[in-house]
């Protein structure tokens, strides 16, 4: 076998894998109670202990969890320019994400984030259950409050997500956790990172 | 020359990559845990409703994507229930059967068995993986809960503790092996070809406490057959409190 051949077999047998990449499995950094803490262009303080995963679930995204992602992910968002998806793409030619664009309107926001969340995490069964106006940082936007069922347990689970267009740029916060026990134990929290999240984007 | 520094970095990447999804020993994992405070004696008196187990039996294609198999899943089920049967009088407890319930509260005991699978699995990941383990979990201790909403379990059933059991086999597909074998051959690195997983786990159902749990990703005993059901029965309940020893056959 060549050089160049069997580069063509490695290169084979690592794609599949890759796709299949488990996004658990990488590094984690604490970010301490009480402690601001810069996520790129946002500055968020939580009360409790938590942990950053060191990779990101989208090029401007970052995702904190206090137990798992499966109990309870918080996504911060800041700065998706024009053009470019919320998360990563996964399966581009068969299930492509939604480009955010900055002319979308409020409404339009949460179609996005829904077609988005659906997407990058696969979900069959979601159901966004009100749709009304919020803030981050001051700056006009929507809350989405949503459900949906786990393919892996069929657990329900229960997320609220703020988005706001700023300087033509997507800034956007989501939690979601189990509809038993751990969104009830964790929302309270969210609610005080999300009031005080402040975008230093200008 | 460049073209093998090339080739080292293409391996290294590569087996980063295949450490992870393998389970090799890069990363070393505990399989089981108590909740400090717990022992055999707390359980003395003491009645323990066993959920009914969650199945899942299936096939591995060769990228790795698990596809269900309604045949096994059902075999194995009725085999893991017939095993929990014939073990149950090994335990110094009087376990019960979940009752046979309708409407929301037989709701109530599905979502909880879906929460458990969740948490466990959540347990394994984020604290057994020594690698992985969340920075806020460092000290070690054993503090999971389902929440204290497991209080209505309690009395629906009058039992104190609840037994929940769940198993994900995914068998690997013969495309799967031929390229776990192309991998060894010619990567010389190792592939998982078949996804065996099992917990069992213990929760007080006043608390909501995970106060005894046994969860591992790479169980023994084919669960399609009654020998090898009878393997993984014993793998699960393993170190169970106060249950006595089945010698390994």
Partial sequence: M????????????????????????????????????????????????????????????????RDGFELNS???????????????????????????????????????????????????????NETVPDSISGHQGIRVTYRFVSATDELVLLGEARLAVVGGQLYAINFFAPELHYFDAGIGEVHDIMDGAQISAK | MKMKNHSAALFAVLFLFLSVLSDTPALAQEKGA??????????????????????????????????????WTAQSRELLVAELGRRQAQFSNVIIAE???????????????????????????????????LPTRKKGAFDWTLGDGTSRLGELTGARYALFVTTRDEYGSTGRKIFQLLAAGIA??????????????????????????????????????????????????????????????
């Fill in chain 2, 188 to 249: 010389g690195v190792g592939v998982q070809s078949g996804v065996h997983q099992g917990f069992a786990g213990l929760v007080d159902l006043e608390t909501g406490y995970l106060v005894w749990l046994n969860a591992d990703g790479q169980m023994g005993g084919d669960v399609r057959t009654e020998d090898g059901m009878q393997k993984r029965v014993r793998q699960l309940l393993e170190d169970f409190p106060g249950l006595a020893e089945e010698p390994a056959h």
């Fill in chain 1, 2 to 65: 060549t050089r160049q051949n069997r580069m063509q077999v490695l290169c084979l047998i690592a794609m599949p894998l890759l796709a299949t990449a488990s996004p658990a499995m990488a590094g984690w950094k604490l970010k301490p109670a009480g402690q601001a803490a810069i996520v790129d262009n946002i500055t968020i303080t939580p009360a409790a202990d938590w942990n950053q995963w060191t990779g990101r679930p989208g090029k401007q995204g970052r995702t904190w969890t």
């Fill in chain 2, 99 to 133: 009752p046979e319930l309708v409407g929301p509260e037989a709701k109530l005991f599905a979502d909880y068995r879906s929460l458990f699978s969740t948490v466990a699995r959540s347990v394994m990941v984020y604290q057994f993986f020594l690698g992985n383990r």
């Fill in chain 2, 34 to 71: 108590v909740r400090e405070g717990f022992s055999a004696e707390a359980l003395q008196g003491q009645k323990i409703v066993l959920v009914r187990p969650s199945v899942w039996v299936g096939e591995q294609s060769m990228a790795g994507v698990p596809e269900p198999n309604a045949d």
């Fill in chain 1, 74 to 128: 918080l996504e911060v968002f800041s700065g998706v320019p024009n053009g470019q998806p919320l998360y990563r793409e996964r399966n581009r030619k068969q299930n492509p994400l939604p480009k955010f664009d900055k002319s979308m309107l409020l409404p339009d926001l949460a179609t996005f984030f829904e077609r988005s969340f659906r997407t990058y995490y696969n979900i069959a069964d979601f159901t966004v």
